[in-house]
């Protein structure tokens, strides 16, 4: 397994530091309800702890970790109610995502999409590879829509779906569904089906939360 929290290899900022932190959020190696220790986590990342807190604190604006008053700085745990607001944000901005698309070359964002459903089918049988696919799809989806605003907001979410699929995996694991439901989408990108498009991400959007919830 990949560990994010190690000596940095460049000069440390507190971006640098947050974005180790929310990739190791993101990935299990932190995980929900872990509470960090400043001590600990500054050996480990070869930082000092001022810009080390301002990392954390970068955290804790955009909800990854919360501050428990006399007890310290912890990982945001994901219950069913998290999950399903999640959802709710992320439906919102790729959605809006989509309708900007299709303003543009909707066909070359279709046949950027189709090809990360091809690497998908290509991954069945790897449930852990298809959850990152999965993940790169509707990071690309919003990349494609040339919105910085919509990018930085979707970071945030991205990093809660990992932390949902890593904590909740055994309920997420039907990929040719997956697949399905992902391929669909791009090809009503590429065909310049708005309304379908939209529809499409609706129920996908649904779908994820009852298969994440369904404990």
């Known amino acids: 397994m990949t560990s994010y929290i190690e000596p940095l290899a460049q000069e440390s900022t507190p971006s640098i530091i947050a974005d180790k932190l929310r990739k190791a959020i993101g990935h299990g190696e932190l995980k ?30 955009e909800g990854l970790l919360v501050a428990i008053r006399n007890r310290g700085l912890f990982v945001v745990d994901m219950t069913a109610d998290d999950v399903q607001d999640m959802y709710l944000a992320r439906e919102a901005i790729e959605r809006a995502a989509a309708r900007k698309i299709m303003l543009g070359d909707h066909k070359a964002a279709g046949e950027q ?17 298809v959850g990152e696919i999965d993940i790169a799809f509707h990071e690309r989806l919003v990349e494609l ?5 919509l990018s930085r907001m979707h970071r945030t979410y991205i990093t809660e779906t990992r932390m949902c699929i ?41 779908d ?8």
Do not use: F, W
């Open 32 to 61: 929900p309800g872990t509470q960090l220790g400043e001590a600990d986590l500054a050996r480990k990342l070869g930082v000092s702890r001022g810009p080390l807190r301002e990392g954390m604190q970068r955290l804790t604006q």
């Open 113 to 129: 999409l189709l090809t990360i459903v091809h690497d998908m089918a290509a991954a069945e049988g790897d449930p852990a590879a």
């Open 145 to 149: 829509a040339g919105s910085p605003r």
């Open 166 to 206: 890593h904590a909740l995996e055994e309920t997420y694991t039907t990929s040719e569904v997956r697949v399905g439901e992902h391929q669909r989408l791009a090809e009503a990108i590429l065909n310049g089906d708005g309304l379908h498009a939209d529809d499409l991400l609706v129920a996908h959007m649904d």
């Open 208 to 215: 994820a939360i009852a298969r994440l919830t369904s404990r």
